[in-house]
């Protein structure tokens, strides 16, 4: 039944060492997002996908990038993740004309 | 730029209703939400208001709005020990619905 689905739920991985966090998604909706919740902080908005026209948020850092290879996948890659970058990762989608979105559970990255 | 705020923390006893309250400072905002998100987890959307409503109703849940003062507030009745977790308030300016503009969450303990 998850429409929005992210794997790994739990991810560590190594300073500097390149990472992909991936999301799918069942409900054939053209617009899909990443964001970045740190501790206790709120979620930010990374970047999304409308159809394959990708919007990078002004203030996201060149580290991390996106690809969206069909309307199912949606991945983020992180180039060199530093330990600033542990966090949770959510994964939304949302349709042109739908007043809500839709959340993943998320990927909890850690960096060693 | 846009911002939204909230009130970090709340205790409340079983049974006892709880209000969470939120401002926000973009005046363009259309829609207006309250998710949920338990320990671990994504976001839930509990509901959403609309900017030209004052109040929604939604079995337990009450949503007010004052856009005069850029005030919302959640209520719920009857609270449960199951009601504990992070409630974000959001705005969004459009009907992009996922990019949106969250606050810190405010932490809800129900005391048995």
């Known amino acids: 039944d998850a429409m929005v689905i992210q794997n790994p739920r739990y991810q560590v991985t190594q300073f500097g060492k390149p990472v992909t966090l991936s999301c799918s998604q069942t409900?054939?909706?053209?617009?899909m997002y990443w964001y970045q919740q740190k501790s206790s902080q709120a979620p930010k908005l990374l970047f999304h996908?409308?159809?394959?026209?990708?919007?990078n948020e002004a203030d996201t850092p060149d580290n991390f990038q996106s690809r969206r290879p069909n309307t199912s996948f949606c991945f983020l890659d992180i180039r060199s993740p530093g330990l600033g970058d542990a966090a949770m990762y959510l994964c939304?989608?949302?349709?042109?004309?739908?007043?809500?979105?839709?959340f993943g559970q998320g990927t909890r990255l850690t960096v060693v | 730029g846009e911002d939204v705020e909230q009130s970090l923390f709340l205790s409340v006893r079983e049974g006892d209703s709880s209000v969470i309250n939120c401002t926000y400072t973009?005046?363009?905002?259309?829609?207006l939400y309250w998710y949920k998100q338990e320990p671990g987890a994504g976001l839930q959307l509990l509901t959403y208001?609309?900017?030209?409503?004052d109040m929604k109703q939604d079995q337990r849940l009450t949503v007010l709005l004052n856009k005069k003062d850029k005030h919302l507030s959640l209520r719920i009745a009857d609270t449960q020990t199951g009601d504990s977790a992070i409630y974000f308030c959001?705005?969004?300016?459009?009907?992009?619905?996922?990019?949106?503009?969250f606050g810190d969450g405010t932490t809800l303990t129900v005391k048995p």
């Open positions: 939304a989608t949302s349709r042109v004309g739908l007043t809500e979105a839709f």
């Open positions: 409900l054939n909706h053209n617009v």
């Open positions: 996908y409308y159809d394959k026209d990708f919007n």
């Open positions: 973009d005046s363009s905002s259309t829609y």
């Open positions: 208001i609309f900017s030209n409503m």
């Open positions: 959001a705005e969004g300016a459009n009907t992009n619905a996922g990019k949106s503009t």
